[in-house]
């Protein structure tokens, strides 16, 4: 199995600019989660999907940040207009039901001049 | 408003020596507790858990003590080898989805 796949790895913008991250799960995973990794506060639940529909978004910071999930073997985040303060690691998981671990991905580097 | 802290950014520790990492957390409710590691440019990898029913679970090298009166774990990696160096989170939950609360992390270093 490939594990959960993110993509890009590396996302240097300009700031206002539009940012679309992306994530694959792993097959057969019903449960996807968004993070946010900073120095300052660790590391942020976003927003998680139960079979593509969002459960939870309150971690969600503000209108800027949007994400979907078409179906289950895709999810983006995507924030608008971006900031400098967006700066950060995102990290996509998924996990099979409640008792399952997450599974994470390798991340995606965010830094917003 | 932190429920889960790991007050300790980071941790210098011999090889060969005892690793002791730290979490703390404020909501009585978590009833169960996770450890993930994470290395440079990857994603975290869980690494161990425990039920609030037990007060230690162990695998390997890794053991995981819960001390729920003091709201308290800890991970004990006995013994340390370089390729432990790490950032570990603490992550807890409090409901039957599981949805993880996490630490800062701690950065342990183990010198050779």
């Known amino acids: 199995d490939a594990g959960v796949i993110q993509s890009p790895r590396h996302e240097v913008t300009e700031m206002g600019q539009e940012v679309t991250l992306r994530c694959k799960p792993i097959?057969?995973?019903?449960?996807l989660f968004w993070y946010r990794q900073t120095m300052m506060r660790g590391l942020e639940l976003l927003i998680y999907f139960n079979n593509n529909v969002p459960i939870d978004d309150s971690g969600m910071p503000e209108d800027r940040f949007s994400a979907k999930m078409p179906n289950a073997s895709f999810s983006t985040l995507k924030i608008q207009p971006s900031e400098p303060r967006d700066s950060a690691v995102y990290f996509c998981?998924?996990?099979?039901?409640?008792?399952?671990?997450?599974?994470f991905g390798p991340g995606t580097r965010l830094t917003v001049l | 408003d932190q429920q889960v802290k790991q007050n300790s950014p980071s941790l210098s520790v011999q090889e060969g020596r005892i690793s002791i990492l730290n979490c703390d957390y404020t909501n009585s409710m978590f009833d169960y507790f996770l450890w993930y590691k994470k290395y440079p440019a990857e994603g975290p990898t869980f690494l161990i858990s425990?039920?609030?029913i037990k007060d230690k679970n162990e695998d390997g090298r890794f053991t995981v003590f819960l001390n729920k009166s003091a709201k308290h774990l800890s991970l004990h990696i006995v013994p340390s080898q370089p390729g432990d160096s790490a950032v570990y989170f603490c992550a807890a939950s409090a409901d039957s989805n599981y949805q993880l609360i996490w630490g800062a992390g701690t950065k342990l270093i183990i010198k050779p």
């Open positions: 097959s057969g995973h019903d449960y």
């Open positions: 998981a998924s996990r099979r039901d409640p008792s399952d671990t997450q599974y």
């Open positions: 425990i039920s609030s």
